[in-house]
């Protein structure tokens, strides 16, 4: 285990949320660059050349999503996981859209956080390789059923599951049923990973 | 009596049905008598608040309806007055006791008027139950309770979401201040990583002191209280609501007028949640009035489209600002020195939860119109 010591910046208006997450991050062996707001994160853009971007999307000033922007404005092409509350889902979604890893949902536990930074990592070293991931990802959704496929699809535009259950005529517990088979046949345990197959294959 | 009355276009008895009509409808007790005490009328109010049947009274000593002292003195007061014409009651009115047929007496208020009918003198008494106002009095403040537990609840509503938010935030610490300490005592156990592990339990506790205070501060809003909707009808709404409205603004001169259509009388909707409208829209009327100089209040409704009523709120206060005006019910957002600005959002999300819409105008004198719409109840049982 001498692997180099992996950097994250951490970006949460909160004191304590810098503090304790930064903690447990040095304490699983990585480097811990914190910033208690969007500006102060773009104002160091110019040294953003390594590591994951673990960004709060609820903050006063900038919100995640615009700070996600404005580095992509800025050519900054670091890896972003996304912190939300609960209920911000379908900003969440919009940001795996706008190019995010993932989004993680507050409180979340040290393996879902690592698991997150684990696929950051991985886009940072194979940037190239992603035709693999587009093939993978296509393979696994055709084990879909056409309803199925519609329930993911509605998930992707970051609908809530009554929307999608008035979309499709179907009832909000018919669309739970679809989405629990979806999360079964992809063989993922979180939406977000379930979203990122269905954004992966959409770039094919 | 009839005689003294028989005058103008109507004739005796129709002016009699008119007096009898105005008499049975007039909430406090009335009684009329000659300047000698004798009963010459006595009103339906009077016979409930009396027990007496107005034919058991009329021409009788009006002292028999007081307690003693009065009971014995009242002739001579009469008699006082009739030789020196000072006041001592009329226009002025006490609060005394009245005695009732079992005996009984109770509090009242009472206030003595004095008219000259066809060269006859009379006094009319009005005569209101104390003990009642005081039963309303215990209403008045149950009510109040819970209009503030509606404000709350509505509060809370709009609250939620940031308050859940916000305990997201000690519970990420929480979460990730222990699984950093575990890996600390999971590996090999120096002094320094042992202060550091140390560290973070105490961190730890305040973050779950902090969670614990937000949990409160929610406890504190949500308090025990179903509504729900039912065929209510807007006078009462309206009285109820006004009168809470106004409770410590008397210094302030406030002309209230009220002019409500009776033929949308009845509304489908939640009474409570509609009085904390009537409540809020009628409280902020009144304090963009406070640095006027004419401060008057109208309250009124009539009949809008498709099965609607809709309530205007008028005052003469200064207006509204443009740069506020298309923001004013979004939550957070006052004209007030003080205050949260989530009133006029609550009564959005209640109205809209009634169907209805909420909207406001200038005046015509140059203060402010809120106007809402209400569904209206069809009646079929229209005794009201």
Known sequence: MIEPERLVHLVDDDAAIRRSVGFMLKTSGHRVESYESGTELLKASNRLDDGCILLDIRMPGLDGLEVQQALQDKGVSLPVIIMTGHGDVSLAVMAMKAGAVD?????????????????????????EVTSDRIRDATVRLQALTAREREVLDGLAQGLPNKTIAYDLGISPRTVEIHRANVMNKLAVRSLSEALRIAFAASEQ | MKDALDRGAMGVSAREDHLRSILATVPDAMVLIDDHGAILSFSAAAEKMFG?????VLGENVSMLMPSPDRERHDGYLKDYRDTGVRKIIGIGRVTTARHRDGNTFPIELSVGEAWVEGRRVFTGFIHDLTERREADIRLRHLQAELAHVGRLSEMGTLASSLAHELN?????????CQGAADLLDGEQDAQRLEMARQAMRETMEQAIRAGQIVKRMREFLRSGETERSVEQLSRLVTEANALALVGTREHGIDVQVNLDPSCN?????RIQIQQVLFNLIRNAIEAMLDCPIRSLLISSKSAQDGFAMVSIEDSGSGISDNVADQLFQPFVTTKGTGMGIGLSICRTIIEAHGGRIWFEPGSEGGTIFRFTLPKAEVVDDRA
Do not use: M, N, W
């Open chain 1, 103 to 127: 989004f993680i949902e507050k409180p979340f536990e040290k393996e879902t956080l690592l698991g997150s930074l684990e696929e950051g990592y991985r886009r940072l070293t194979h940037k």
């Open chain 2, 52 to 56: 007496f049947a107005e034919d058991e």
């Open chain 2, 169 to 177: 935030q000690p519970l990420t610490a929480i979460t990730s201040y």
């Open chain 2, 266 to 270: 009845h509304v489908f909707v939640d």
